[in-house]
């Protein structure tokens, strides 16, 4: 797929499935603005999709939970490309944990990072969208956005935030041509599970490129349709 003179923006691209979803679109031509805040992450893919796609890459540290960052990063890509066409929200953390061991400080940095991180996102890139009549929001709740799991109590409530705010912000933006995919996928061995203690085999979980490989899809559909929910889960956990 040719996606060129496309503006792709990345929140979350520094590792795991952002990252793979770069590597991506810079093959099919997209032009792309990349953040997360691990800067050495970032300059290392910059330079890894300028060399190997030849594509042009705008990358910023940004902390997706602040405002004044979200704000200067956006107006920077608006600059640089005039507009933007697709934005995946891949930023998020984790804590699984018997509910009475979840903290106090583990449910804050859950919500602002899962939530308040999308919806400060959103709402930078929301009328950029409105204004060009048309455009794309891939988010990834996972399916912990729309099931329960024990242990698992605070994540949820984060993860369900996500699907409900953006469930809404797509009945809001529909007739502004601004198409949301929410993307529930099943365990995805990534580093999320590094500082993750319950016990899980990762080896039979979604590869990083499946998982990236089913968001290029979602990002890419054309004609009338809305990829609204995708739901893909490990061979070993098929519902």
Not at 105 to 124: I, K, S, T
Not at 179 to 205: A, K, P, Y
Request: hydrophobic letters at 45%; a neutral charge.
């Amino acid at each position: 797929m040719d996606l060129s003179g496309t503006s792709v923006v990345i929140i979350g691209a520094g590792r795991g499935i952002g990252r793979a979803a770069a590597e991506m679109f810079a093959e099919a031509g997209a032009d792309l603005a990349i953040a997360s805040r691990t800067e050495a992450e970032l300059t290392e893919l910059e330079f890894k999709l300028e060399r190997e796609s030849g594509a042009r890459v705008l990358s910023r540290p940004v902390d997706a939970t602040d405002v004044s960052s979200v704000t200067r990063f956006v107006n920077e890509v608006i600059n640089a490309r005039g507009r933007i066409d697709t934005l995946v929200y891949a930023a998020g953390t984790g804590a699984l944990k018997p509910f009475a061991e979840t903290t106090e400080e583990d449910f804050d940095r859950l919500m602002a990072v899962n939530v308040r991180g999308a919806f400060l996102v959103c709402r930078a890139v929301l009328p950029v969208m409105e204004k060009q009549k048309g455009g794309r929001i891939i988010a990834l709740p996972g399916i912990l956005g729309r099931a329960p799991m024990a242990q698992a109590a605070a994540y949820c409530a984060s993860k369900y935030a996500l699907t409900g705010m953006l469930k809404s912000l797509a009945l809001e933006y529909k007739r502004a041509g601004v198409r949301i995919s929410l993307l529930h996928f099943g365990g995805v061995n990534s580093s999320f599970w590094d500082r993750i203690t319950m016990r899980v085999q990762r080896e039979r979980m979604l590869t990083v490129d499946a998982a990236a490989r089913a968001l290029f899809f979602a990002a890419t559909q054309e004609g009338e349709g809305v990829l609204n929910e995708l739901i893909l889960q490990p061979e070993s956990h098929q519902l």
